[in-house]
């Protein structure tokens, strides 16, 4: 089946500690989408990707950061210099010209 | 930038009846994309209709539709007929088409309503 799948479903990050949330698609899609959900708000975006080996800041991009080796994957990285990580993580696709956007089921990062 | 409201935080409706969700939106641009997206307790968020705002005629989807009033900046959600499974978080989403041909610049969600199904 063709989708969004999105891991680890819960993550714990210690204080000063760097950690990986995954994304990977098999939807063909070109572009990739990062968003951060608080309890009670809307999703605000991170990063987004419209092609393999290039990304760009969404509005609220401090504290993370990026890459996309592949077309399938596009990997969000919660840096220690993210002083409020606690949040529910949904990371998006979507077909250039096309403009709906394909969500995962999420990973949701506590801090201990 | 472009701003979302939606200005209702929890909506309940008896199960079998219509409720209308609203959304409203500010933008200078002149074709856009709207969107409304349902998050149930899994927290997915799911497709429920989207919008061409170059397009005149509301989107239907089965027991949902819009009514998009493009000068008023207007776009709410009609559910006809609700179940128990459409009880869930509803986001109002707006696209610009300002960079169209790459992805662009994501979305821009309102802070979502709580629909709650009475039985």
């Known amino acids: 089946d063709g989708g969004i799948t999105q891991s680890p479903k819960y993550l714990f990050r210690k204080e000063g500690q760097n950690v990986t949330l995954s994304c990977e698609q098999n939807?063909?899609?070109?572009?990739m989408y990062w968003y951060r959900q608080d309890p009670g708000q809307g999703l605000r975006l991170i990063y987004y990707?419209?092609?393999?080996?290039?990304?760009q800041k969404g509005d609220i991009a401090e504290g993370y950061s990026v890459s996309r080796e592949k077309k399938e994957s596009f990997p969000l990285t919660v840096t220690s210099a993210q002083k409020n990580p606690t949040a529910f993580y949904l990371c998006?696709?979507?077909?250039?010209?096309?403009?709906?956007?394909?969500f995962g089921p999420g990973t949701r990062l506590l801090v201990l | 930038a472009q701003t979302v409201t939606q200005s209702q935080p929890e909506m309940s409706v008896q199960e079998a009846e219509t409720v209308t969700l609203s959304c409203t939106y500010d933008?200078?641009?002149?074709?856009?994309?709207l969107f409304w997206y349902k998050q149930p307790p899994s927290r997915q968020m799911i497709l429920v209709i989207r919008?061409?705002?170059?397009?005149?005629q509301n989107a239907t989807e089965n027991r949902f539709s819009v009514n998009f009033q493009k000068a008023a900046k207007s776009f709410s959600l009609k559910i006809s007929d609700s179940q128990l499974g459409d009880a869930a978080m509803y986001f109002c989403a707006y696209r610009s088409t300002m960079y169209s041909g790459g992805g662009a610049d994501g979305l821009t969600f309102g802070k979502g309503t709580h629909l709650i199904i009475q039985p």
């Open positions: 990707s419209q092609i393999v080996n290039d990304f």
């Open positions: 933008t200078s641009e002149s074709d856009y994309y």
């Open positions: 919008q061409e705002a170059y397009k005149q």
């Open positions: 939807l063909n899609h070109d572009a």
């Open positions: 998006a696709s979507s077909i250039p010209l096309k403009e709906t956007q394909y």
